[in-house]
Nanobody, 124 residues
Framework: QVELVESGGGSVQAGGSLRLSCAAS????????MGWFRQAPGKEREFVAA????????HYADALKGRFTISRDNAQNTVYLQMNSLKPEDTAVYYC?????????????????WGQGTQVTVSS
């Protein structure tokens, strides 16, 4: 059974930074891609970023390029999302997801396990 546990969310003022972590267990972490998604109140869940199994390929939502960085530590079975220059519109629940492929992007159907989410609130 795969378990994904997110941490690092919280409240921050606009312009601040947060680093989210997602610890994975239950499947060989280093063999699959990982992704981050988010869901704001009243909106659909949307893609944020993804990283391939070795970490050599990354994909970002166009609107977030340059502010968000995804990375992974396969020795620690953990994927990270560094978020800088945060804006109020970044307020959402952020979800970690694990793919069944070695490289995945924004396609929800390529992710078969999801974490419970961590709240990020950005105030103006």
């Amino acid at each position: 059974q795969v378990e994904l546990v997110e941490s690092g969310g919280g409240s921050v003022q606009a312009g601040g930074s947060l680093r989210l972590s997602c610890a994975a267990s239950g499947r060989t972490f280093s063999s699959v891609a990982m992704g981050w998604f988010r869901q704001a109140p009243g909106k659909e869940r949307e893609f944020v970023a993804a990283i391939s199994w070795k970490g050599t390929l990354t994909h970002y939502a166009d609107a977030l390029k340059g502010r968000f960085t995804i990375s992974r530590d396969n020795a620690q079975n953990t994927v990270y999302l560094q978020m800088n220059s945060l804006k109020p519109e970044d307020t959402a629940v952020y979800y970690c997801a694990q793919s069944f492929l070695t490289n995945s992007g924004s396609n929800f159907n390529e992710y078969d396990y999801w974490g419970q989410g961590t709240q990020v609130t950005v105030s103006s």
